[in-house]
């Protein structure tokens, strides 16, 4: 008896917290975590303010994507989904890592890689400014023909969040063939 009724408490925290699958183009979307806030220009900048103070690398998240903006457990998160311009084939993500590498390789805590999630080629950076961390990923299909830029910025003592969130975040693109 004691089973069935954990069963059924299981099942429905589970359709509870079910994660919110967001359309970012008609060529890529992803599955957000539960909570997951979008946020407007406003509230964004407001954000930033508030957790980051006036840096303003801080607001260079704004400018890239507007659009999609979203606030996750505390950490700032941007989407950039690219257009069909591919293809990225060949050498296009080591070629990407190498110019970043030498860009930040003097930045605290920089760190790349290339890896390979549900069939996408994956480049990830993390790296420390004076007030926040900044996780980035590259994220382009099995055929090369579509990709997904992000960002997630927050607090340095949130390095642990960040990283959980980025890995999640990875596991859940789902580009269209």
Do not use: W
């Not at 103070?53 to 607001?59: F, M, N, P, R």
């Not at 790349?112 to 299909?141: A, D, E, P, W």
């Amino acid at each position: 008896m004691k089973k069935v009724i954990f069963l059924l408490i299981s099942i429905i925290y589970s359709l509870s917290s079910v994660a919110q699958q967001t359309s970012l183009n008609e060529m890529v979307s992803i599955q957000l975590p539960v909570g997951a806030k979008k946020l407007n220009n406003e509230q964004a900048m407001a954000f930033i303010n508030n957790k980051f103070g006036s840096d303003v690398a801080a607001s260079n998240i704004l400018k890239t994507n507007p659009e999609h903006v979203y606030l996750i457990n505390d950490i700032l998160v941007s989407f950039i989904p690219g257009t069909a311009g591919g293809p990225f084939g060949g050498d296009y993500l080591l070629n990407e890592k190498k110019g970043l590498d030498g860009l930040f390789k003097k930045t605290a805590g920089y760190t790349s890689q290339i890896k390979t999630v549900n069939n996408n080629q994956i480049l990830v950076c993390h790296y420390m400014t004076k007030s926040f961390g900044i996780y980035r990923f590259l994220s382009i299909n099995s055929t090369g023909t579509r990709s997904l830029n992000c960002r997630l910025q927050f607090d340095k003592a949130d390095i642990d969040k960040g990283a959980l969130l980025s890995d999640n975040l990875l596991q859940n693109i789902m580009f269209t063939k």
